[in-house]
């Protein structure tokens, strides 16, 4: 058995006995891998949205079910292929080379192999592979430094006390930890009470944070803050809807020191632009509502959205 077949059992080793009841004819598997490939192309004018790692995860699961019932399958070069691409999306840049090379070593005359629509890029075998050594080569010269994979605490919630409802967030434990202490310290502080949610989209973002808003001139909204600001303090967390970012006034290094959104639908285009620090549990209907009201030409609903408190629990 070749090197890069020892990492293929090790994977295909995770998945037990129940895949096997399964449906497993080449057509079923064929089917069932079309359906965990993600393929869908974003409308006119959108943004492509990629999954997350943790639904990279639940694909590359759903891959190795397939493989494991794939073996001596027409199937199984085709699931090989897209488990490599769904391990390089995650950064297993190593894991995914082993992949291809197993494609190649063992289906020389698949047309994976050896069909060429561009003699300068090569078979899609070919090209993974390439791929793969770019980003390897790429890795080694410049010391890439791996970004944590994202965690929620469980253990640590904040409720925001809003004249229209209670919204409840938690925090992530091993990314962005200072933009979340500094978030806590300030509403331990009561620095946010009594402050206003100042600016709004309609469904896409709710802006607050601002001492300024507890003033009752709108045009001084959205321009206060603590006298601060906070070192960025990128990850791998894309902003997705419910996600709590701290904001950063564009072309500026540094994250403000209060004001933050809270996101109503997936803004990609944010990914390491602004620091995500925690996400929405519950309540973000409320939030919703309130970025759909009147506004005035501030961007500020014109029926003020108060902030009275922040409470927090912590659990062990």
């Known amino acids: 058995m070749k090197t890069n077949q020892f990492a293929l059992v090790a994977l295909l080793g995770l998945f037990g006995a129940s895949v096997l009841a399964q449906e497993s004819t080449p057509a079923a598997l064929m089917i069932e891998l079309d359906k965990t490939v993600p393929r869908k192309a974003p409308a006119l004018g959108s943004q492509a949205q990629l999954p997350t790692p943790e639904e990279w995860d639940v694909i590359i699961d759903k891959?190795?079910?397939i493989l494991a019932r794939a073996q001596g399958t027409a199937v199984e070069p085709h699931a090989l292929y897209h488990m490599g691409n769904a391990l390089y999306a995650v950064g297993r840049v190593d894991e995914a080379r082993l992949t291809y090379l197993d494609v190649k070593e063992r289906f020389p005359k698949h047309p994976l192999v050896t069909v060429t629509t561009d003699p300068e890029l090569g078979s899609f075998i070919d090209?993974?592979?390439?791929?793969?050594?770019?980003?390897?080569?790429?890795?080694?010269?410049?010391?890439?430094?791996?970004?944590?994979?994202?965690?929620i605490d469980p253990t640590l919630t904040a409720t925001l006390h809003f004249s229209a409802g209670k919204v409840k967030i938690r925090f992530y434990k091993n990314v962005?930890?200072?933009?979340?202490?500094?978030?806590?310290?300030?509403?331990?502080?009561?620095?946010?009470?009594l402050t206003k949610i100042h600016m709004v989209i309609p469904g896409a973002t709710v802006?607050?944070?601002?001492?300024?808003?507890?003033?009752?001139?709108?045009a001084e909204w959205g321009k206060g803050g603590?006298?601060?600001?906070?070192?960025?303090?990128?990850?791998?967390?894309?902003?997705?809807?419910?996600?709590?970012?701290?904001?950063?006034i564009p072309g500026q290094p540094?994250?403000?020191?209060?004001?933050?959104?809270?996101?109503?639908?997936?803004?990609?285009?944010?990914?390491?632009?602004q620091v995500?620090?925690?996400q929405v549990i519950s309540g973000i209907e409320i939030l919703d509502g309130v970025s759909r009201q009147t506004r005035n030409q501030f961007q500020a609903p014109v029926e003020d959205c108060i902030l009275t408190g922040i409470t927090i629990e912590e659990t062990k």
Do not use: I
């Not at 070192?231 to 997705?240: A, C, G, N």
């Not at 540094?254 to 959104?261: D, I, M």
């Open 63 to 65: 891959l190795g079910s």
């Open 127 to 151: 090209r993974a592979l390439s791929d793969c050594a770019e980003e390897l080569t790429f890795r080694q010269k410049n010391k890439v430094p791996t970004l944590p994979r994202p965690e």
């Open 176 to 193: 962005a930890q200072k933009h979340r202490e500094n978030f806590l310290k300030l509403a331990r502080s009561a620095a946010y009470d």
């Open 207 to 218: 802006s607050l944070g601002d001492p300024n808003s507890k003033q009752p001139n709108p």
């Open 226 to 248: 603590p006298g601060y600001d906070q070192e960025l303090e990128f990850s791998t967390v894309q902003h997705r809807k419910g996600t709590v970012t701290m904001w950063r």
């Open 254 to 273: 540094r994250s403000h020191g209060s004001q933050f959104q809270v996101l109503l639908s997936d803004q990609s285009h944010l990914d390491f632009v």
């Open 276 to 278: 995500p620090f925690a």
